[in-house]
T-cell receptor, first 116, second 112 residues
Framework: EPEVTQTPSHQVTQMGQEVILRCVPISNHLYFYWYRQILGQKVEFLVSFYNNEISEKSEIFDDQFSVERPDGSNFTLKIRSTKLEDSAMYFC??????????????FGPGTRLLVL | DQQVKQNSPSLSVQEGRISILNCDYTNSMFDYFLWYKKYPAEGPTFLISISSIKDKNEDGRFTVFLNKSAKHLSLHIVPSQPGDSAVYFCAASGGGADGLTFGKGTHLIIQP
């Protein structure tokens, strides 16, 4: 069964460094998402992406964040200058996009980011 | 601003009995609801969903009920099995928003 994959599974970085988290959505899906979950808190929506542009973003997704689909398979989240509070589990998700927004979003296993 | 609330942080149920997980929402624009199951260090796994045009959806051992007037939904698992032990998240979307709004989750523990 197709699934969303994410790399790396864990990333440790120093405060102020740039990180890029990678995702490979399910191959025939058109809508892509990033979410995060800070330890002990709920899963929070960051951004959605469709047709090579951001379609929706939350207030968390500030200028430090950017997303890109650099090729036909990868979807990336970049954090330009990491802060301690960026430490979280980051989940990528995708959905097929058949004209009906009421579709299941399928999640990847996540990348655990630790900022020191 | 908790638009999706799961008021029970944990729930313990005996194996073979029914597990009922509850979720309340405040945003009347939500029109699509999903339940996800999550194990530690893994991503959320989709279980079942329901559109606001329905009041019940069933898939095997899982049934979701939606009460729009009360802005309440529940997930029933029957019979409960040891592998059902996990954190269950309620999520919602609607009002033109595509991103999901999640509750804080309920940790379900199935006792043998």
């Amino acid at each position: 069964e197709p699934e969303v994959t994410q790399t790396p599974s864990h990333q440790v970085t120093q405060m102020g460094q740039e990180v890029i988290l990678r995702c490979v959505p399910i191959s025939n899906h058109l809508y892509f998402y990033w979410y995060r979950q800070i330890l002990g808190q709920k899963v929070e929506f960051l951004v959605s992406f469709y047709n090579n542009e951001i379609s929706e973003k939350s207030e968390i997704f500030d200028d430090q964040f950017s997303v890109e689909r650099p090729d036909g398979s990868n979807f990336t989240l970049k954090i330009r200058s990491t802060k301690l509070e960026d430490s979280a589990m980051y989940f990528c998700a995708s959905r097929r996009g058949g004209g009906n927004r009421q579709e299941t979003q399928y999640f990847g296993p996540g990348t655990r980011l630790l900022v020191l | 601003d908790q638009q999706v609330k799961q008021n029970s942080p944990s729930l313990s149920v005996q194996e073979g009995r029914i597990s009922i997980l509850n979720c309340d929402y405040t945003n009347s624009m939500f029109d699509y609801f999903l339940w996800y199951k999550k194990y530690p260090a893994e991503g959320p796994t989709f279980l079942i969903s329901i559109s606001s045009i329905k009041d019940k959806n069933e898939d095997g051992r899982f049934t979701v009920f939606l009460n729009k007037s009360a802005k309440h939904l529940s997930l029933h698992i029957v019979p409960s099995q040891p592998g059902d032990s996990a954190v269950y998240f309620c999520a919602a979307s609607g009002g033109g928003a595509d991103g999901l709004t999640f509750g804080k989750g309920t940790h379900l523990i199935i006792q043998p």
